[in-house]
């Protein structure tokens, strides 16, 4: 759907997007971490046309950025991070008058209005003014407005900044929904926002991607560290820590007996490999009783951390 290739942008001599490699695929939501000024905003600028690229190509379905950046234009729908709302107009009459901006056919234009009032909760302030909103309502005016044209690509740029935690979990639900039908690229620095929202997460940092993956690939691929936790019982301490202790990658291993006589142990585990299925086959071979089993990944918070702090 969206492919992007050595893409950068200088500001005078500042780099600010430094060879960028991406592509994102059909209906998929995917998340550009960063702290701020690490490229996030700049590089979404590129990917919607608003300003153009010093070097690298941008192909989003069948048009080039630099051939047909009108073209491309009509396939989105971007939410820059301060919506560019009309304050002095109705709702309704703000949303029609992009309808009207945005071409969408007069047979469905009603329709579509109604539509977005239904999606990004509107219905109740479709006839006030923008500028008595709420920033949340002027942030759900803005998603309607992106999506007005329904068009297949839609780009967020930090969608949930300044919004309470009510307003941030309301606009991340109206997200999950548009994310079922849609290609989404948002940007963000809020890691609770990536790891409730979306399937694919790139971390860039200093203008170039320091990781691509799902949360979970993720996780494990920092340092492959992590730890797994059991509960075990008939299952004395030291016979616990021979046996394991044989599994390539388990580290260290941490035991205590609890009051109901049942042995919890935590691994602290070191490997790109799954160990689960190995500790399992250690456990079937003895007579202990296994209560618990669960593996813990490094947080994203961890990972965020270790790949964007400056040394």
Known sequence: MIHVENLTKYYGELCAVDRINLDVHKGEILGILGPNGAGKTTTLRML???????????????????????????????????APLYHD????????????????????????????????????VMHKPVAELSKGYKQRVGLAHAMIKDPEILVFDEPTSGLDPNQIVEIREIMRQIGK??????????????????????????????????????????????SIHLALRNAGMEEVRKKLEEIGGV???SAQEGDDAVLHVNLSCRSSDDLRERLYEKIKQTNWILLEFYQESQSLENIFQKLTLEN
């Open 48 to 82: 919607t046309g608003f300003i153009r690229p010093s070097s690298g190509t941008i192909r989003i379905k069948d048009y080039s950025i630099e051939e047909n950046s009108l073209g491309i234009r009509k396939l989105l729908g971007y939410l820059p991070e301060s």
């Open 251 to 253: 580290e260290g291993i």
């Open 89 to 124: 107009m109705l709702v309704y009459d703000y949303l029609s008058y992009v309808a009207d901006i945005r071409q969408v056919e007069r047979s469905r234009k009603l329709s579509r209005i109604r539509e977005m009032a239904d999606l990004c909760g509107l219905n109740e």
């Open 181 to 226: 039908e849609k290609t989404v690229v948002l940007s963000t620095h809020i890691l609770s926002e990536a790891e409730a929202t979306c399937d694919r997460v790139v971390i860039i940092n200093q203008g170039k991607i320091a990781a691509d993956g799902t949360m979970e690939s993720l996780k494990r691929s920092a340092g492959g560290e992590y």
